[in-house]
């Protein structure tokens, strides 16, 4: 049986649901999807209905497929359809699968617009002839769906109207909305942080602690836009948009996150990001978070789009040498050498601090006032990570970042200090 090609970009909301760890099930499904041609944004285990709901509406997909073992799918599933038609999203097409139902069940979801995923479906078509039929279903042209992507309703900063604002601006189908947007981000002065670095280097649970770090400063008073980019796989076109999964400090109303693949072979940022940037300021967001793909030792993309720049990396960088070659270290703002408990942490601090001294020219500066800090995102509330934001908070403000009076204490020093930090309960 031939496979049905898509003929638009598809996206899916990958989980599994509330109490359910057993995710081996999601995860082969999503690697089919993505063998397929579909940009699978994968949420893991363990995840609530307004979970799932939320990433369905802020990534604008248009299909939701939830394994859910533990006993109460009917229940979940049907919370789910209903929430999506409650966040105006009733058209997202919901999956699921996991424990075998009674026709009873099955019959009941399906008239409340939910598909199960019998094991019978895998053994009739194989399991990519199963998933294949997710991917017919859910080829719809997104950017002309749903009327939702004007002007109006952005600036008024509904999340389903810049969900979909971004799908269009992507597609490059709508010139004037690119123009509105334009327009209306020019009236405001938002600042976009740039983060950037090496492939396993944290950047994602970097970016998390950061939103963390600002929500608790500001007491919730700014609104966060983030754009998290991952690469499109050469081979089928699909893509695993993988950085939701980090984050903990998304919520709707606070803070917008948006995954996207970069839709062709080279470069690290989509096409049309000025736009898709512009439609998150126009809406109203106080800082944009943009988060591209790890990269090597020359791509410098970040610093067209950015005010700020963060270069992150680890201390396993090879030889000092290596660090010559990282034109991120001509540009960046400030440096993080993240998981800096792993050995030689506090060398590479040493070495990048020595390089940054030699790239700016500035052979009298000691090494230890460079802006590169220790930080360990994995570590609960680390100074290095608590020096770094307020490092970065000050420059933001500089560009536009509202000032505020912050309850978050400062920290001595650039690096972590210890497991748990004295004074922290």
């Known amino acids: 049986m031939a496979l049905h090609v898509p003929a638009n970009p598809l996206r899916f909301v990958t989980a599994a649901s509330l109490f359910d760890g057993h995710d081996a099930g999601i995860d082969g499904m999503r690697r089919l999807l993505q063998a397929q041609g579909a940009e699978v944004v994968d949420l893991g285990h363990d995840r609530s209905v307004e979970e799932v709901v939320t990433a369905a509406v802020q990534e604008d997909v248009q299909g939701v497929a939830v394994s859910s073992g533990q006993g109460s799918q009917v229940e979940y599933l049907s919370h789910l359809a209903d929430r999506l038609t409650e966040r105006g999203a009733a058209d997202v097409r919901v999956y699921g699968g996991g424990a075998p139902l009674a026709p009873d069940e099955i019959a009941l979801l399906a008239a ?69 947007v334009r327009d209306a981000a020019r009236s405001r002065a938002v600042p976009v ?12 649970s970097l970016t998390d602690e950061l939103l963390h770090r600002l929500r608790r400063d500001s007491e919730d008073k700014l609104r966060v836009a983030v754009i998290a980019i991952d690469p499109s796989r050469r081979r089928g076109g699909g893509a695993l948009l993988g950085d939701r999964i ?55 993309s970040i610093a067209s789009y950015a005010a700020v720049s963060l270069y992150v990396m680890t201390p396993d960088y090879g030889t000092a040498s290596q660090l010559e070659k990282i034109d991120m270290l001509d540009l960046a703002d400030a440096v993080a050498i993240n998981k800096f408990e792993l050995r030689g942490g506090e060398e590479a601090r040493h070495d990048v601090a020595r390089q940054l001294v030699r790239n700016r020219e500035q052979p009298g500066t ?6 590169v800090f220790g930080t360990s995102a994995a570590r609960l509330n680390d100074d290095g990570v608590t020096a ?38």
């Open 246 to 300: 980090r984050m903990n400090s998304v919520a709707s109303g606070a803070v917008f996150f948006r995954s996207l693949a970069t839709r062709r072979s080279n470069g690290t940022a989509p096409a049309h990001m000025v736009d898709i940037i512009a439609a998150c300021k126009a809406a109203g967001y106080d800082l944009v978070i943009v988060e591209t793909p790890g990269i090597g030792q020359g791509d410098t």
């Open 366 to 371: 000691p090494w230890q006032r460079m802006p």
């Open 193 to 204: 942080l740039g983060i950037t670095g090496t492939g396993g280097s944290g950047k994602s």
């Open 388 to 425: 770094l934001y307020h490092h970065l908070k000050g420059l933001l403000v500089d560009y536009g970042l509202p000032r505020f009076p912050g309850v978050l204490p400062t920290v001595d020093g650039q690096v972590s200090a210890g497991l748990i930090p004295a004074g922290m309960a």
């Open 112 to 180: 409340r617009g939910v598909r199960v995923l019998r094991s019978q479906d895998s053994q009739w078509l194989g399991l990519p002839g199963m998933i294949n039929e997710l991917i017919r279903d859910c080829d719809v042209d997104l950017a002309r769906r749903r009327p939702q992507a004007d002007a109006e309703a952005l600036r008024a900063g509904d999340e389903s109207a810049l969900a979909r604002a971004i799908t269009v601006l992507q597609s490059g189908a709508d010139d004037r909305l690119a123009a509105a």
